[in-house]
């Protein structure tokens, strides 16, 4: 949230054309996106893939939280990952100097606008039907599926912040 809306996404109504039952997966995603914007504004590069107390880099959560979101839509339209999609999930985490925290927001963004427009697309009566998911195609259902994204999310953005912020303090 920036100074100028301190409301939280779900407190300024309604999102135009996304159904009615999807609207706190929505709110959710947009939520993680502008918090996503405020915590990772200035932070440096050069920190991207370190780790506190061994826990995950800045960069895996921020790798991870564009990977979930696309795997985990593309099961709720009842598709297998694409090999493109198999390959980031195992980068996921790898130090890469080629990569930016400009390029992961950005990346962040694209994923959620998709997300946004799949949720205005998708037939309620769907909301029910069995989705497997990954390879041992483990029980799930389509809203099943778009409300773990919304949890999933908010929880990576969780750990994205805590480990951001000592980060910062560690290097003042």
Known sequence: M????????WLRGPLEDVPE??????????QTREELHELMAGFPDS????KVAGMASP????????GVLNRLFTYARGEALTAEQLDYLSAEGKVSENITVIDLVEQFDHG????ISQLITIDEQTLKEFRGVGRA???????????HTA???????????????????NEV
């Open 112 to 115: 959620v606008d998709k997300a």
């Open 59 to 66: 960069g895996f959560h921020m790798q991870h939280l564009t």
């Open 151 to 169: 949890e999933h999310t908010m929880r990576h953005l969780g750990q994205l912040l805590v480990t951001v912020k000592v980060l910062k303090n």
């Open 2 to 9: 920036t100074a100028k809306n301190k409301t939280e996404v």
């Open 21 to 30: 039952l999807l609207q706190p997966v929505a709110q959710a995603l947009l």
């Open 47 to 50: 920190l991207l893939w370190q």
């Open 137 to 147: 195609q483990l029980p799930s259902t389509v809203i099943g599926l778009y409300v």
